[in-house]
């Protein structure tokens, strides 16, 4: 056991219980608990949201990509990045006009619908539990690594951990967890990446012809085509990667923290140079490791790669510096599973048992207190799932989430900004039509299936594409369409007119005239 390791985990771990302790001193009311009563700055809630998207899948899954395929690695962190120029120009202002707390306030600020909001919800929670399955299986390899702690114990405290920051301390706990986290994964892939980069005198040309030759691909290292043989699958994934983040929930709830959209904005900004960065230091952590601790032992330590990072730390730092990269890593998952919590929990409080259950009747209180049971359950739920992934690299998992929230949630809010005939039954049409394709195509594809056992089940994959993204992303668009077309619409006269101006504007311009005759 490693007991430098150990103390850092514990002082990973008592430095964000004392955050929640005092966050939950201050977290008293049902905006509190969802949005931090929108108190960030901009500079604050972009590192906030920097540390919730750079998540095991970005620290572990990436550097273990990289290292075993080489440029299919890298596909990822183009993707990952250039979906924040999507966010920025599309969605952060138009979210924040329009919503309060969830992705179903910017829907139903269009449509009063409590179906709008229950197929919303549903969307929002299986969205991050498809997420949270990722985190939890990065931890759980971590710490077996690390402290010798079977998977699935390992996978049980982080479960109890994730929950105790979110029942108890809500968005402020989760938030300046993030924002710490994110502080202590730049310094530490800086460092490694400083330290691979010297190895090979500063020179990107040297490191290129040298990681070639430590590999078992050779001259294919650097080529596309090691990890995904049909070009649609290369194409489908990074559809998902760059349209996806448009519609992940715990990203989305992010732009309620603060007090405008012009700060949600320059929220988007701060992340996106934030996140660039972090991205751009991946090459180094996968080349690094992919020289300096060799595939083989990569395999070894876990069949996914996921561990490339941490072994990459202790070959080149020994084991303090081992240490601290793990215990960054663990902080990582542990920020970004909070997010995750908080989202599914507050879509099922505030959108189905408020609007729907008690049909807007509910005290703060009472919204307080499912969100804290919902956050329970999500979590058990997480923890249950991620026992039987344990063999999957955690970055292929985020990219399947992603596809599921760039199909299920991305049309129904670019249409409901954009479209003036878009009216209700397009908008749930097109939200189950979403959820269940990319579910379904997911499900018969080779994730599940291989005739070599390399999968769940033993078997031929109906789907051939490992991301369903190419075909599960515009049937969520026709089925929007569709649906929209083939029932009545319900859009009071205007409404558009005013939701367009709200979106771009913060104006209401219903609540304006109202007042005006006052």
């Known amino acids: 056991m490693n007991y430098t390791a150990v103390a850092l985990f514990a002082a990973i771990v008592g430095l964000t219980l004392v955050i929640t302790y005092f966050a939950a001193r201050k977290t008293k009311t049902a905006n509190d608990f969802y949005t931090a009563d929108g108190g960030l700055t901009g500079a604050q809630n972009g590192i906030a949201i920097a540390g919730d998207y750079m998540s ?81 299986v990065g931890a759980g ?23 105790v920051y979110v029942v108890f301390g809500g968005m402020t706990a989760t938030s300046w967890v993030q924002i710490i986290k994110a502080i202590l994964l730049m310094a530490g892939t800086a460092v490694i990446s400083f330290m691979v980069f010297a190895k090979f005198d500063f020179s990107v040309m040297k490191m290129f012809s040298e990681v070639k030759q430590a590999t078992p691909l050779g001259d294919s290292f650097l080529n596309p085509g090691n990890k995904f043989k049909l070009p649609l699958d290369t194409i489908s994934l990074n559809l998902a990667l760059v349209l996806g983040t448009a519609g992940l929930p715990h990203i989305l709830i992010r732009f309620f923290t603060v007090k405008d959209a012009p700060t949600a904005r320059k929220s988007v900004v701060y992340a996106t140079w934030i996140i660039g960065a972090f991205y751009i230091l991946t090459i180094f952590l996968g080349f690094g490791a992919a020289a300096f601790v060799g595939a083989d032992d990569i ?49 099922f409080a505030h959108d189905f048992y408020s609007h729907i259950l008690r049909k807007g009747q509910a005290t703060e209180k009472e919204q307080m207190t499912a969100a804290r049971l919902a956050s329970i359950a999500v979590a058990l739920v997480s923890m249950v799932l991620a026992l039987f992934a344990q063999s999957m690299n955690v970055a292929f998992l985020v990219s399947l989430a992603f596809a599921v929230a760039a199909s299920a949630n991305l049309p129904v809010i670019l249409l409901t900004i954009f479209w003036r005939r878009f009216n209700t039954g397009g908008a749930v049409t097109g939200m189950v039509v979403g959820l269940f394709s990319s579910l379904l195509l997911v499900a018969l594809s080779p994730n599940i299936w291989a005739v070599d056992g390399s999968a769940l089940f033993v078997g031929e994959a109906l789907f051939p594409l490992s991301n369903p993204g190419i075909v599960s992303i515009p049937l969520g668009f026709l089925g929007a369409i569709i649906g929209t077309l083939v029932t009545k619409s319900d859009e009071v006269a205007g409404n558009f007119e005013r939701i367009l101006v709200k979106a771009n504007t913060g104006i209401d311009t219903a609540t304006e005239v109202a007042a005006s005759k006052e």
Not at 60 to 71: Q, R
């Open 141 to 163: 390899a971590l710490i077996e690594l690390l402290l010798g702690i079977p998977y699935t114990t390992s996978v049980i405290i982080v479960g109890i951990l994730m929950t």
């Open 299 to 347: 395999i070894a330590a876990n069949a996914a790669g996921n561990m490339a990072a941490p072994l990459l730390a202790q070959a080149l730092g020994g084991d303090l510096l081992f240490a601290f990269v793990a215990a960054v890593a663990f902080a990582t998952i542990l920020a970004v599973v909070a997010g995750l919590v908080l989202s599914a929990a507050s879509a």
């Open 56 to 136: 095991a899948a970005s620290f572990l899954g990436i550097a273990g990509m990289i290292a075993l395929a080489g440029f299919d690695g890298f596909f990822y962190s183009i993707g990952f990045l250039v979906a924040y120029l999507v966010v920025l120009y599309l969605v952060a202002e138009p979210l924040r006009n329009l919503g309060k707390y969830t992705m179903a306030d910017m829907i139903a600020a269009r449509f009063n619908a409590s179906k709008v909001r229950g197929v919303a919800a549903m969307n929002s929670i299986v969205i991050s539990i498809f997420y949270m399955i990722a985190q939890l």
